[in-house]
């Protein structure tokens, strides 16, 4: 019996609101079927007993008639912006690295389950551990997590990830979608997934795919968490595309008119919160790239250079040039 239960945070569970909607099927019901409500989903502190949430997939995959609803589900997960992998893409300098920082990260903020790396010879295993008994066949968990393990060590590897040399287990291989059968999926028990590939793969050296004009994870102090939550979510986004209102709202997995109603609650808004998060990239990519100003506008969405520098100016009272060359000042200051 473990000593604590087993929980999972019920923030979690927000992807699958996203994919609900995706396919018209409305996620209240399913969070009524377990008892629980959608907005319970936005608390970052809220956990609920892993079974629950066990049988929330389990459901949502019913409703949606797709027995592969969870290994799609996080096949699709935008992966930037994770802080457990954010963490581990950091620090590591080989694959090893990058997944013994994954493991050793997320078992810091787990209850239910362990994650682990093993080597056995010629072969290593990542893979998840349940710490109790579930009550159910947990299919569509271990489905999902099969698959992020598998976006995860795509994720390390690049072009030298070869599904052909890695074998998944799972509790139900039949909620595999078919490109999982070129990992050779293998039915085990009720206690967890795995997966094993070649222990040389371990030795490669791990690139970062977080790009160096990248914005930095910011801790928002004083914020809402809702708030802070959202503008996470806006971070992993904001220098690839310009975001409308619509696209936070589908982001957020949210009606606009309902993601309006709680960031009002804060005394802000959509357009705000992404001038915010704007800001704050364009801070950084001046301050730590050479990138040119017109280059910066246009990943912000800026129509052009000289509409972006107006914006700057208003944000942060100096042009985007004159931030750079006070930026560079003090920091060769600091090093002298």
Avoid at 96 to 103: C, H, K, P, W
Avoid at 105 to 117: F, G, K, P, R, V
Avoid at 172 to 177: I, Q, S
Wanted: proline fraction near 5%.
């Amino acid at each position: 019996m473990p000593q604590n239960l087993p929980l999972v945070k019920l923030s979690l569970l927000r992807p699958y609101v996203a994919e609900l909607r995706k396919r018209g099927v409305d996620p209240e019901l399913v969070f009524e079927s377990v008892g629980l409500s959608e907005d319970l989903t936005f608390d970052p502190d809220l956990s609920v007993h892993v079974m629950v949430a066990t049988q929330f997939v389990e459901n949502a995959a019913e409703a949606t008639k797709d027995r592969f609803l969870a290994a799609r589900v996080a096949a699709n997960l935008n992966l930037d912006g994770w802080p457990v992998l954010a963490d581990a893409e950091a620090r590591a300098a080989t694959v090893g690295d990058y997944l013994s920082i994954f493991v050793s990260t997320a078992n810091e903020i787990a209850s239910s389950a362990e994650e682990y790396l093993h080597l056995n010879g010629a072969t290593a295993i990542l893979g998840e551990r349940r710490n109790f008994d579930p009550a159910i066949l947990p299919a569509q968990n271990d489905a999902f997590m099969a698959a992020l393990g598998w976006a995860i060590l795509r994720r390390a590897l690049h072009d030298h990830f070869d599904p052909a040399k890695v074998t998944v287990v799972v509790s139900e291989p039949k909620v595999l979608p078919p490109e999982f059968d070129l990992l050779h999926p293998i039915k085990g028990d009720r206690m967890g997934f795995n997966l094993s590939f070649p222990s040389s793969w371990l030795a490669m050296p791990f690139e970062q795919q977080t790009l160096a004009n990248a914005p930095k994870a910011v801790i928002d102090d004083g914020t809402p968490e809702f708030v802070r939550s959202f503008r996470q979510m806006l971070r992993a986004h904001i220098g690839k595309v310009g975001l409308t209102a619509v696209q936070c709202a589908d982001l957020a997995s949210m009606s606009q008119q309902k993601l309006k109603r709680r960031l009002a609650t804060f005394g802000t808004d959509i357009s705000r919160e992404v001038d915010f998060v704007r800001q704050e990239y364009a801070r950084e990519a001046l301050k730590t790239t050479d990138r040119s100003i017109a280059d910066i506008a246009a990943s912000l969405g800026f129509a052009d250079a000289a509409n972006f520098t107006r914006a700057f100016r208003r944000a942060n009272r100096m042009s985007p040039t004159g931030f750079r060359k006070s930026s560079r000042e003090q920091t060769d200051l600091k090093t002298q």
